[in-house]
């Protein structure tokens, strides 16, 4: 077990930092509403510890007890985890006498097997076995006399907790004054006592208030054995009003971008469909699944494909998690990885306005393409290569979509000083992460190639640096590769750059090795729900 000191400098990877809103021009009445939101989503940390384990909330109770430098200290790190388990490192316990992590969570019958729940599946009629194996359902042994397990609904499962959630809902709505806030409020209020959660996602895709919630149970990773359980978590936002009129800026250009792509006039598609509703918001509360271990900058839902395939799915992006986590940690990083010179050309704009043009740019570019004479789409030909290249893609070309924005005069000219250095410096930042994951990998390619086409270059004390003259043009290259071999769905060629520049290279290696004191994320202390409801809300 870590002792003190070890535990500390786990925690310490986790830089504690004040997270909030202006509310000042939310009228009493929706400060008021969100104050009950908040208790709401509050509540979802409870639920969350309960679904991680069934020992958690003891385990916790007995811990606040003790109040020694090492009690405290594991405690802390527990609230950060969620659990006993060190979540960045391999879900190692850091408290005595706990058992390995449940991969089932507390989804699934204590004591049972994997293979003992899906045999069991195997033996349900259709309708049951898709309620055994819902969202919105745990799995629990038959009462006594019976054999094999039970299917019970969250509504009953969590009942008491839901029931509380359910009514702070109902007082929310109540208070506010925007009918579409008020309608998820309600619908989510009842989707909570009926466990038909359908209503309520349609409500939550309508959504258009400067409150923006999303509260119930959504994410799956926690059921390591089938990604069929939802998690409770909470995300209790604000609209930014001003990147949201940014955002219908960078939109209303989008066709304009496809037909200037970079690739064969064919490749381009003349008439983009409808795109999927983008939100800025900033946070206020993050609960539950939402807030433990590394903090969610961005979020898709709904997950259910009814409403997918009738609704579509939103994306919700969290400009003041993401601000935080560009001070905290790719600031540091880009003073170890810059240039002196190129360090002062880094800044959150840039990185924000191209995290969003990166969400924008999925929607462009090649989708449905034709393989010989079939119909076919890139992420079916490019197989498990696709999400690798797909990330690259979003990327890369939206650094050639800003360029493309710059350079028509639709955004600022000042910009083109800082997207590169501040893409340079990220590229570090994902890569920390791991070359096991999309993200990681994609940013690897980009790098090495832009390397290879001198427009990144390591100066003499080991930095890099952009060289200004090359990097619109390879940018520009890079996409065409990207962009073409995806339109040709092809695997041999999406293989072959993964394999080439898909790696860390010792220049780079030399690099990542001095980020080793530098937090690898946030620990969010939310302020403003503080101010709302009093008390400590540390989570
Ligand atoms: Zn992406």
Do not use: C
Request: zero cysteines; charged letters at 25%; glycine letters at 8%.
């Amino acid at each position: 077990m870590p002792d003190l000191t070890r535990l500390q400098a786990m925690t310490a990877r986790f830089a504690p930092v004040d997270v909030g809103a202006d509310i000042s021009r939310l009228p009493a009445a929706e400060q008021k509403a969100l104050a009950k939101m908040v208790e709401a989503g509050r509540m979802m940390d409870t639920l969350f510890l309960r679904q991680v384990w069934s020992g958690n909330e003891q385990l916790k109770a007995r811990m606040e007890q003790d109040t020694s430098p090492l009690g405290r200290a594991r405690l802390h790190y527990f609230l950060i985890n969620k659990g006993p388990w060190s979540r960045l490192d391999g879900n190692s316990p850091f408290i005595p006498g706990v058992p390995k992590k449940p991969e089932g969570a507390n989804f699934y019958p204590a004591g049972a097997t994997k293979a003992e729940v899906e045999a069991w599946f195997k033996t349900l009629p259709e309708g049951e076995r898709a309620r055994a194996t819902g969202f919105f359902t745990t799995v629990r042994r038959a009462p006594a006399g019976k054999a094999g397990f039970a299917i019970v609904p969250y509504s009953a499962e969590y009942q008491l907790e839901l029931t509380r959630v359910s009514k702070l809902l109902r007082d929310a709505a109540a208070l506010s004054t925007q009918p579409t806030l008020k309608a998820y409020l309600i619908s989510r209020a009842d989707a909570l006592l009926t466990n038909d959660y359908y209503a309520s996602d349609v409500a939550w895709m309508e959504l258009d208030a400067t409150i923006e919630p999303t509260i119930g149970p959504y994410e799956v990773y926690e059921d390591e054995w089938f990604n069929a359980k939802a998690a409770f978590e909470a995300f209790m936002t604000l609209r930014d009003d001003a990147e949201s009129a940014k955002l219908e800026k960078l939109g209303a250009h989008l066709q304009d971008i496809e037909d200037h792509l970079p690739i064969e006039p064919g490749y381009r598609n003349p008439q983009l469909g409808g795109m999927a509703p983008i939100k800025v918001v900033n946070e206020i509360l993050a609960a539950g699944d939402g807030n433990r271990g590394v903090q969610t900058a961005a979020f898709n839902l709904p997950n259910d494909e009814r409403v997918v395939k009738e609704k579509g799915s939103k994306r919700v992006m969290l400009k003041n998690v993401q601000e935080a986590k560009f001070r905290i940690v790719l600031l540091p990083i880009s003073k170890i990885v810059l240039s002196a010179a190129d360090q002062r050309n880094v800044s959150f704009d840039a990185f924000f306005t191209h995290i969003v043009m990166h969400e924008l740019m999925h929607g462009l570019g090649p989708h449905q393409i034709r393989a010989g004479q079939r119909a076919s789409t890139v992420r079916q030909e490019l197989k498990e290569t696709y999400s690798t290249i797909e990330e690259a893609k979003a990327d890369v070309s939206g650094l050639f979509a800003l360029q493309y924005l710059i350079d028509k005069g639709v955004l600022d000219q000042a910009l083109v000083r800082t997207i590169y250095d501040t893409f340079l410096a990220s590229s570090f930042r994902s890569i920390r992460f791991g070359l096991n994951e999309a993200h990681g990998k994609g940013v690897a390619i980009q790098l090495n190639y832009l390397l290879d086409y001198g427009a990144f270059k390591t100066a003499a004390d080991g930095t890099f640096v952009v060289d200004p003259g090359k990097i619109k043009q390879g940018v520009t290259a890079l996409t065409r590769e990207i962009m073409t071999l995806e339109a040709e769905g092809n695997y041999a060629k999406a293989t072959d750059l993964l394999k080439r520049l898909g790696i860390v290279r010792p220049e780079v290696q030399r690099l990542l090795n001095k980020l080793q004191g530098i937090p690898v994320d946030i620990e969010p202390r939310f302020t403003t729900a503080r101010q709302l409801i009093g008390g400590t809300a540390r989570n």
